[in-house]
């Protein structure tokens, strides 16, 4: 299926960005990555999250790399010896998450627990209590609308961040700059 | 073989995790680093919403003509961990530009150093 | 880039139709996918385009940095102020059906000015964020 096809390619775009030198190409394959993803979302029938993460992690994401690229420059050192303790604390991990993962439920079973709980509740009476047939934005918006508001916090607070750090005085680049 | 067939979503998520910690370890490069952490959230969408799709139904969406639907709760959870995840990234963005400014590189064992010789 | 005359005529013949589609994403949030997110996104992402096009001086004229700045604060007010009309029409916080004689009515107008407010705030966030980059690489000495 198509599915397998684009996960594949989606682990061999990562395996060549970890391996890559030039930061211009390593960003560009994340935003390749970032697409392959949004495709594989969309074919995992979550159109609101592919659109998102097409929107953001492809578009917003790669601008912002390049933008902080252009600025800092583009080529990284060459590790100077082999990482062979990241490497084995990577797979260690990896091991544990495994052994972790052998109690998820086989791939799209309808008895699995999530869809037994909540769900079927969310998806009968949410275009009766809030006349939208879109489940998703009735139950982002209106069932647990805390964390929207939330989440709308946070993109604010990282804009105030980011204009509090990249803030220029009235004064050229050098003139002590160390605030 | 139908272990794999039928957890192959799952396998591959691994595989994205695993290399995304990896590259935030073994990377000295702070760009590179934030590139790996990039990799690392975008494999766990792909862990929680791969269990929520359902062989034969569709989005979401309610219409005429489908009564099998895929579990929303994912969905959304995901929808603000992606946004959360580009405002992270652009708060450290803006930090790497200004230890760029303040170091003159964006190596971690450079900086370390510069920091060590000034102690 | 402003000399490239594919680029020119180009951007002038798809801004406007991203920025409907921007829109069109926001509105139909309710019937389709799409939301305050993804709109607030496509919008900023117009912007983005107009300014790579046509120079950072003719974006910071369309939309100067000061609107952006203040977009950035009412879209959060916007979404708080929707959940103290809920407390003043004399339900909780951030209920939805004391807002219309009927409770889906009053759910569907809270979800409206809901994602409004999201889509008021991210648009503005992600274009001060293109700004706060690229300005900062202007002042090293380069147009």
């Known amino acids: 299926m ?26 560009v394959l994340f935003s390749v990555y970032s697409f392959l993803m949004a495709t594989v979302l969309f074919a995992l029938d979550a159109v609101d999250v592919a659109m998102t993460e097409a929107a953001v992690g492809a578009g917003v994401s790669t601008v912002l790399l390049l933008g902080a690229l252009y600025l800092v420059g583009g080529m990284e050192a060459k590790p100077l010896a082999r990482p062979l303790l990241p490497l084995v604390v990577s797979v260690a991990a990896g091991g544990v998450l495994a052994y972790g993962m ?21 998806l009968e009476q949410a275009p009766k209590e809030t006349g939208v047939p879109n489940v998703v934005t009735a139950v982002l918006a209106s069932y647990r609308s805390f964390d929207t508001l939330g989440e709308t916090l946070v993109v604010f607070t990282a804009g105030a961040g980011v204009i509090a750090l990249l803030r220029r005085r009235r004064k050229r680049k050098g003139a002590g700059d160390a605030r | 073989m139908s272990v794999i067939a039928a957890h192959y979503a799952y396998w591959i998520t691994l595989a994205l995790m695993v290399a995304g910690i990896y590259i935030v370890i073994a990377r000295g490069n702070l760009l590179k680093k934030l590139i790996g952490l990039a990799v690392l959230q ?34 959304v959870l995901i929808l603000t961990a992606i946004v959360v995840g580009v405002a992270t990234l652009a708060l450290g963005l803006a930090l790497v530009v200004r230890i760029r400014e303040a170091y003159g590189t964006i190596e971690e064992d450079e900086i370390l150093a510069q920091d060590r010789a000034e102690e | 880039m402003r000399d490239d005359l594919v680029l020119r005529v180009v951007a002038k013949l798809l801004i406007p139709f991203m920025l409907v589609f ?23 992402a117009a912007i983005v385009f107009y300014a790579i096009t046509f120079g950072l001086a003719a974006a910071q004229r369309l939309v100067p940095e000061r609107i952006v700045e203040r977009l950035l604060a009412a879209g959060v007010l916007l979404y708080a102020g929707v959940g103290v009309a809920g407390l003043a029409l004399g339900g909780n916080y951030l209920d939805y059906f004391v807002l219309a004689a009927d409770p889906a009515h009053g759910q569907h107008r809270g979800i409206f000015w809901v994602e409004a407010g999201v889509g008021i705030t991210v648009a503005a966030v992600m274009l001060k964020l293109f700004y706060m980059f690229v300005a900062r690489g202007r002042d090293a000495g380069d147009a």
Request: aromatic residues 10%.
């Open chain 3, 22 to 44: 921007a829109l069109y994403v926001q509105f139909h949030g309710d019937y389709g996918p799409g939301g305050g997110f993804q709109a607030g996104v496509i919008a900023a």
């Open chain 1, 2 to 27: 198509i599915i397998y096809v684009l996960l594949t390619t989606m682990a061999v775009t990562v395996v060549a960005l970890a391996r890559l030198q030039n930061l211009f190409a390593a960003v």
């Open chain 1, 102 to 122: 052998q109690g998820l439920p086989a791939f799209s079973d309808p008895q699995a627990p999530m869809h037994t709980h909540v769900a079927p509740r969310y």
């Open chain 2, 42 to 75: 975008s494999s766990v969408y792909l862990l929680y919403i791969a269990p929520g799709k359902l062989i034969g139904g569709t989005a979401p969406i309610i219409a005429q003509g489908h009564s099998v639907y895929s579990n929303p709760l994912p969905h």
